[in-house]
């Protein structure tokens, strides 16, 4: 019987895995920042991209650190996260929908990504691959500032504009739905309704 795995041939492997979902994301951040109608939102894809990049680089570090080739494995979580993304961007949404459509997609890949090297780093910990650990630690922050970044556009007007297309003025209050006065509400009136929204 062939001796049984490691907890280091797991991280190898776990390595080729984000290798890969890295590569693929370089395709995918591409077409999502092309899909994007704010430009915060694009330039926020944009810095991204570039620190995937790097993330990339770094990886390619840390297998020359353990003395392996740089190698990939296929990343299947990461494909079916892109995979939905592509789908959203063949829908017809307006402006504001697709941008928060976006940013939720983004959001899953960053989710995937922080899980993926919050494990590696532990377990390079563990095993004592110190230079390895940091490095992925360095990525790690960059995805969570990342996935930080995602939220704030979304809580700071990307949501509430979506969700101002879906809801026309004069339905948005339920209780006053009745009264006929409230069916063409003064611009003061919804003026105040969204101030109190925010
Ligand atoms: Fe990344
Ligand atoms: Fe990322």
């Known amino acids: 019987m062939s001796e049984a795995k490691t907890l280091h041939d797991a991280f190898l492997d776990e390595l080729r895995d984000a290798y890969d979902a890295e590569k693929q994301l370089t395709k995918a951040i591409p077409k999502m ?7 915060d939102l694009r330039a926020a894809f944009e810095a991204h991209l570039e620190e995937t990049r790097g993330h990339i680089t770094r990886l390619e570090e840390v297998f020359a650190g353990l003395d392996e080739k740089i190698r990939g494995k296929h990343c299947d979580g990461i494909a079916g996260i892109i995979e939905e993304g592509k789908s959203v961007m063949e829908e017809d949404f307006d402006d504001a929908t ?8 983004g959001q899953r890949a960053e989710h995937y990504e922080m899980a993926a090297y919050g ?13 390895a650990a940091d490095l992925l630690q360095e990525t790690l922050e960059e995805e969570k500032a990342a996935d930080e970044k995602l939220s704030s556009l979304a809580e700071n007007g990307i949501n509430q504009a979506a969700a101002d297309a879906a809801a026309p003025e004069e339905d948005q209050d339920d209780d006053e739905r009745d009264k006929p006065a409230a ?5 003061a009136t919804v003026a105040t309704k969204r101030a109190r929204r925010r």
Not at 33 to 39: E, G, L, N, Q
Not at 119 to 131: F, G, K, N, P, Q
Not at 183 to 187: A, E, G, H, I, V
Request: charged letters at 20%; hydrophobic letters at 45%; a positive charge.
């Open 33 to 39: 920042a092309k899909a994007a109608t704010s430009p």
């Open 183 to 187: 069916k063409t509400p003064s611009k």
């Open 98 to 105: 697709m941008d928060a459509c976006l940013i939720a997609g």
């Open 119 to 131: 494990s590696l780093i532990a377990w390079a910990r563990a095993m004592d691959h110190t230079e």
